[in-house]
């Protein structure tokens, strides 16, 4: 089982829609996680941290179930702009380092 | 530009050669690592540094693979004796002692042809 595993896609949406992502992770030990965008070709970059009390940054929500192990964000009113793909990640290692990525979701917005 | 910066962005090698790639992180970050993302998956952990010293390194760096951080500053990836399996993009990010973030460089893609 991998320690991260997310719904490839795509999601196929159209402008104005809402669209929401899930992804579970195997490590119940797990403490800290994230969601980071890559465009195509490009490195990832961080979107948000994600919190066990859930967190809002604009039209972006990020929500933690740790009983259930899994991680969503949620994106309200698309736009062209978000098509890319969702990494979830999470951190683990020895020294709490490492970013253990999920395989990616990939958004497609169409006008 | 005070990003990661990473060299070569692109090398195109024959299975069984050497390659070395560089990277040198944002300049007061004193934690550094490597990943390899191949086609549809997602970045994976190579090995990570703080200041010169390796602190851990994935089960996928086989014994052909070798990290280093001389100074504690930019840090290079060799490959020994190169296979087809290598054709990846390896990434390079850094991160401040405090805090979280970890900012990627834009990569070096590798074909190993």
């Known amino acids: 089982r991998k320690e991260v595993e997310q719904d490839p896609g795509p999601f196929n949406v159209p402008e104005g829609a809402t669209v929401a992502f899930n992804c579970t992770y195997s490590?119940?030990?797990?403490?800290?996680f994230f969601w980071y965008r890559q465009d195509c070709r490009k490195e990832p970059k961080l979107l948000m941290s994600?919190?066990?009390s859930g967190n809002e940054d604009g039209r972006f929500t990020a929500q933690l179930n740790r009983a259930s192990q899994y991680i969503s964000l949620l994106i309200r009113d698309s736009k062209l702009s978000d098509s890319a793909t969702y990494l979830c990640?999470?951190?683990?290692?020895?020294?709490?380092?490492?970013?253990?990525f999920g395989a990616g979701t990939i958004l497609r917005v169409k006008s | 530009d005070t990003g990661v910066s990473q060299d070569p962005r692109h090398k195109i090698t024959k299975r069984g050669q050497n390659v070395t790639f560089r990277c040198d992180p944002i300049?007061?970050?004193?934690?550094l690592y490597w990943y390899r993302q191949t086609l549809g998956q997602g970045p994976e952990f190579l090995t990570y540094?703080?200041?010169?010293?390796?602190?851990?390194k994935s089960r996928l760096l086989s014994d052909r693979f070798s990290a280093e951080r001389p100074k504690g500053s930019f840090s290079t990836l060799e490959i020994q004796r190169t296979e087809q399996g290598d054709s990846a993009m390896y990434l390079c990010?850094?991160?401040?002692?405090?805090?979280?973030?970890?900012?990627f460089g834009p990569g070096t893609r590798l074909t190993v042809t």
């Open positions: 990010a850094s991160s401040p002692q405090v805090g979280y973030e970890q900012y």
């Open positions: 490590n119940s030990a797990s403490q800290s």
């Open positions: 994600v919190y066990s």
């Open positions: 990640v999470v951190k683990a290692g020895e020294y709490g380092n490492k970013l253990v």
């Open positions: 300049s007061e970050h004193n934690r």
């Open positions: 540094f703080q200041n010169e010293a390796q602190l851990e």
